[in-house]
Antibody
Framework: QVQLQESGPGLVKPSETLSLTCTVS????????WSWIRQPPGKGLEWIGY???????SYNPSLKSRVTISVDTSKNQFSLKLSSVTAADSAVYYC????????????????????WGQGTLVTVSS | SSELTQDPTVSVALGQTVRITCQGD??????ASWYQHKPGQAPVLVIY???NRPSGIPDRFSGSSSGNTASLTITGAQAEDEADYYC?????????????FGGGTKLTVL
């Protein structure tokens, strides 16, 4: 059974960089996409970005200028950095395995997140 | 970006059938996935693709799609189904991969 666990500071000062790590256990990080997703208090889910085990990435356009996602396959971990944070970045941050699937002709059909971490609350405050 | 629209709240009587919908242009091109989210817990995948249930998800959960609308149906809703439900799909308005979530539907089981 694949398990994911987020770790990192629960409190970050405004204008600083939020840094989180997701550790994958019970399976290999290789051959999969891995995403970060967040939920601000009282609001819905927001996709932040993903990384392929090889290192290729895609980010939410609304966050792209501030986000970096990296992977360390030797540690079975991937990480999130979000710079210049404000109170609006306060949220529960989740990591998840991101499955992309295709039809028989090889055309992309959709994605889904099949394993999630429990989430970690990050508060941006001085 | 392409948006996915969900009704904010839906209610259903215990044992009855409820449909939760998700509307968006991207759904004409891409399949949706559905997540059940209870307070203090991680979201749980309940439906993906045309109508696929992960192992462990009860068969009272089913999915369908027509045009720009994807639907999650719970046939014979149980008290434990009370939760927020989110749809997810790819944004079709941009060329690079960008996933979007609907705003969520709070399901109340009466």
């Amino acid at each position: 059974q694949v398990q994911l666990q987020e770790s990192g500071p629960g409190l970050v000062k405004p204008s600083e960089t939020l840094s989180l790590t997701c550790t994958v256990s019970g399976g290999s990080i290789n051959s999969y996409y891995w995403s970060w997703i967040r939920q601000p208090p009282g609001k819905g889910l927001e996709w932040i970005g993903y990384i392929y085990y090889s290192g290729s990435t895609s980010y939410n356009p609304s966050l792209k200028s501030r986000v970096t996602i990296s992977v360390d396959t030797s540690k079975n971990q991937f990480s999130l950095k979000l710079s210049s944070v404000t109170a609006a970045d306060s949220a529960v941050y989740y990591c998840a395995r991101d499955i992309h699937y295709y039809d028989s002709s090889g055309y992309y059909q959709g994605n889904y997140f099949d394993y999630w971490g429990q989430g970690t609350l990050v508060t941006v405050s001085s | 970006s392409s948006e996915l629209t969900q009704d904010p709240t839906v209610s259903v009587a215990l044992g009855q059938t409820v449909r939760i919908t998700c509307q968006g242009d991207s759904l004409r091109s891409y399949s949706a996935s559905w997540y059940q989210h209870k307070p203090g817990q991680a979201p749980v995948l309940v439906i993906y693709g045309k109508n696929n249930r992960p192992s462990g998800i009860p068969d009272r959960f089913s999915g369908s799609s027509s045009g720009n609308t994807a639907s999650l149906t719970i046939t014979g809703a149980q008290a434990e189904d009370e939760a927020d439900y989110y749809c997810n799909s790819r944004d079709s308005s941009v060329s690079h991969p960008n996933w979007v979530f609907g705003g969520g539907t709070k399901l109340t089981v009466l």
